[in-house]
T-cell receptor, first 117, second 115 residues
Framework: AQKVTQAQTEISVVEKEDVTLDCVYE???????LFWYKQPPSGELVFLIR??????QNEISGRYSWNFQKSTSSFNFTITASQVVDSAVYFC??????????????FGRGTSLIVHP | GAGVSQSPSNKVTEKGKDVELRCDPI?????LYWYRQSLGQGLEFLIY????????KSGLPSDRFSAERTGGSVSTLTIQRTQQEDSAVYLC?????????????FGEGSRLTVL
């Protein structure tokens, strides 16, 4: 069985602050994939990033960065200099492989980020 | 549009009635998922279709729930004898391949309210 925990239910920040969204996962698979999705208010989930279990390199895309650490089973997401448009619910997800039996993406409960002007 | 289309966007029904929710995936996407999103509960997997393979129904919460996918394209999720606990947003997603390696493309969801 696989599990994704996003312990932060809601985070409130003021514009230009940096914010980190935590994601901790559990899986028995040796090969797996981690994802982050963004769900803006009244909108559909949008894919942000995917990492596979063999690539622990951190990634940066503009103001977004991701820190993948297998040693702590975490895949955290940092937004630098947050903006009001970053306000959304962010979901972390995990999938294994068919051979491992856990190939259906499992989502965390989401973290609601509110950025105040 | 070219995205995943779901209908209706909102559905209010009375307890005990049947409802059908429709999903039109992105053309050419072989994988299709239904998830349910309840307040504060994240996304709960319901059912998965992949090409012509038998669907993975392991997430369906009861036998009142069923889904089909015709011609490898449009999918319909049916809930019979609706209960108040069925109230949620039902999300459909499609993927170009099997989905476990690649991104899922989500529709805007069908919000179901059971009175």
């Amino acid at each position: 069985a696989q599990k994704v925990t996003q312990a932060q239910t809601e985070i409130s920040v003021v514009e230009k602050e940096d914010v980190t969204l935590d994601c901790v996962y559990e899986t028995r698979d040796t090969t797996y994939y981690l994802f982050w999705y963004k769900q803006p208010p009244s909108g559909e989930l949008v894919f942000l990033i995917r990492r596979n279990s063999f690539d622990e390199q951190n990634e940066i895309s503009g103001r977004y960065s991701w820190n993948f650490q297998k040693s702590t089973s975490s895949f955290n997401f940092t937004i630098t200099a947050s903006q009001v448009v970053d306000s959304a619910v962010y979901f972390c997800a995990l999938s294994g492989t068919p051979s491992g039996g856990s190939y259906i993406p499992t989502f965390g409960r989401g973290t609601s980020l509110i950025v105040h002007p | 549009g070219a995205g995943v289309s779901q209908s209706p966007s909102n559905k209010v029904t009375e307890k005990g009635k049947d409802v059908e929710l429709r999903c039109d995936p992105i053309s050419g996407h072989t994988a299709l998922y239904w998830y349910r999103q309840s307040l504060g509960q994240g996304l709960e997997f319901l059912i998965y279709f992949q090409g012509n393979s038998a669907p993975d129904k392991s997430g369906l919460p009861s036998d009142r729930f069923s889904a089909e996918r015709t011609g490898g394209s449009v999918s319909t999720l049916t809930i019979q004898r609706t209960q108040q606990e069925d109230s949620a947003v039902y999300l459909c997603a499609s993927s170009e391949t099997s989905g476990y390696t690649g991104e899922l493309f989500f529709g805007e969801g069908s919000r179901l309210t059971v009175l």
